[in-house]
């Protein structure tokens, strides 16, 4: 409904963010050129934390959605009930 009143050609606001629609902030930007650095030295292992609705998931799509798929082979794993 709103997509035709604003013109939008697709919806901005889903539950699954859109890495299409990201806005990197400055926090946001700092943990990208993190996970590029760990991701082209081979740093194995790399883990981003965050509270809830910080940008974790749509960073991570946004990155995923830059590799090179036939250069890494890559997982996105979600578990909300794994505690520390």
């Given amino acids: 409904m709103y997509c035709s009143y604003f013109g939008f050609r697709e919806k901005p606001f889903t539950i699954t963010p859109n890495p299409h629609f990201i806005f990197l ?16 030295n081979h740093a194995g ?4 934390t965050g509270e809830v609705g910080t940008g974790k998931t749509t960073v991570l799509r946004t ?5 090179d798929s ?9 578990n909300p009930s794994l505690s520390a």
């Fill in 70 to 78: 036939d250069s890494y082979r890559t997982a996105l794993i979600f």
């Fill in 45 to 48: 292992f790399i883990e981003l």
């Fill in 25 to 40: 902030s400055k926090n946001h930007k700092e943990a990208f050129a993190h996970l590029l650095y760990g991701i082209d």
């Fill in 63 to 67: 990155l995923l959605n830059q590799l």
